[in-house]
């Protein structure tokens, strides 16, 4: 696939999951809903990461890592947000991680780094 052509892939795939991250929230599945919105950004990243770099992205979820491969100028506040929704990217965390991650994600919890993600959202979009 071309460049622009996976760049389509990875943002069109990211806007999915988007609206999977908000239908989860709205029912009241908290976890997965964190879990879509770090998907979201990492295709986000990875979209960047081709435009910027002209190769595929790396094979790698930690966000903060993927970052460090694009010449992007970012702030601490920023990448300290990144490396707390790289923590959402439960899939392959033991049980007892889950658990007390599942614990975590109230309401009020989840609601707050839902607007986080969306925001980074908005600004990757601009880059």
């Known amino acids: 696939m071309e460049n622009e052509k996976l760049v389509k892939h990875w943002i069109d795939s990211a806007e999915i999951d988007r609206r999977a991250m908000k239908h989860l929230f709205e029912k009241e599945d908290f976890h997965w809903s964190l879990f879509m919105g770090h998907l979201v950004i990492e ?53 007892d991680y889950k658990q007390l991650f599942y614990k975590k994600c109230t309401p009020e919890y989840t609601a707050t780094w839902i607007k986080n993600i969306e925001e980074m959202i908005l600004w990757l979009k601009e880059k």
């Open 43 to 95: 295709k986000l990243l990875k979209a960047l990461y081709i435009k910027e770099n002209k190769e595929q992205p790396p094979f790698i979820h930690n966000l903060s890592r993927i970052i460090q491969k694009i010449d992007i100028d970012i702030s601490e506040e920023k990448l300290d947000v990144f490396d707390t929704i790289t923590t959402f990217n439960i899939r392959a965390r033991y049980d």
